[in-house]
């Protein structure tokens, strides 16, 4: 399965700043997908990143909060714009290699 | 608005147990199913996926599908206390053109020695 490397595992930020979450993948992948877990609450997805087109967000999310870039198919960012604490959540990078989804390591954000 | 149930539990069983985990979907396009296993503080991590009816075992792990009924469930035979971690079920939406992951809010499973 894929392994994918996610940075920074964890960060405390200021109201109103923004932080940018880096995933990389060992190899290329179609399809990279951004979710958000909220405290005691399952996954939720963000937005899925295809290389060469826009991200496809889901209800309730949009670009100007979360712009995802996904220069080619092993990288993708997810920045999450002007927090706010109830942006506090890990939020996890996700890929689909064909044989099972496999999840980055997570960034614990807290947002003060 | 698709969903995926699971009793939050905790569910406990004594160790050596067989422990059942069981996961409802309301999609019946639904193709392939998952499960993972969280442990505190970690991300989530593949045990196996399923797109059959019937059972597919992995070494202590065995999965079911039932389509007609729309529920999977997973076995843990033997159970450990290293077991005992939030186990989610995951289910592929591969609607318009799609394919994604929609998650159940997990089950905690607590093996007791």
């Known amino acids: 399965s894929a392994v994918i490397s996610q940075k920074p595992s964890r960060d405390i930020c200021q109201r109103g700043t923004s932080l940018t979450i880096q995933c990389q993948v060992d190899?290329?992948?179609?399809?990279m997908f951004w979710y958000r877990q909220q405290p005691g609450q399952s996954l939720t997805l963000i937005a899925t990143?295809?290389?060469?087109?826009?991200?496809?967000?889901e209800s309730g999310f949009v670009i100007d909060k979360f712009p995802i870039s996904r220069p080619n198919l092993t990288f993708s960012t997810l920045t999450v714009s002007n927090m706010s604490p109830e942006d506090s959540s890990i939020y996890l990078c996700?890929?689909?290699?064909?044989?099972?989804?496999?999840f980055g390591s997570g960034t614990r954000l807290t947002v003060v | 608005q698709k969903e995926v149930e699971q009793n939050s539990g905790p569910l406990s069983v004594p160790e050596g147990a067989i422990a059942s985990l069981n996961c409802t979907y309301s999609?019946?396009?639904?193709?392939?199913f998952f499960w993972y296993r969280q442990y505190s503080g970690k991300s989530p991590e593949l045990i196996m996926f399923?797109?059959?009816?019937g059972d597919k075992e992995d070494g202590r792990f065995t999965a079911q599908l039932n389509k007609a009924s729309q529920y999977v469930s997973l076995l843990i035979r033997d159970s450990q206390p290293s077991d005992s971690a939030t186990y989610l079920c995951?289910?592929?939406?591969?609607?318009?053109?799609?394919?994604?992951?929609?998650f159940g809010t997990g089950t905690q499973l607590k093996v007791e020695l």
């Open positions: 399923i797109y059959s009816n």
């Open positions: 999609d019946r396009g639904s193709q392939s």
């Open positions: 190899s290329q992948v179609t399809m």
């Open positions: 996700s890929v689909d290699p064909r044989t099972g989804y496999t």
């Open positions: 995951a289910v592929n939406d591969v609607t318009g053109g799609g394919n994604k992951l929609t």
């Open positions: 990143a295809n290389q060469g087109s826009e991200a496809t967000y």
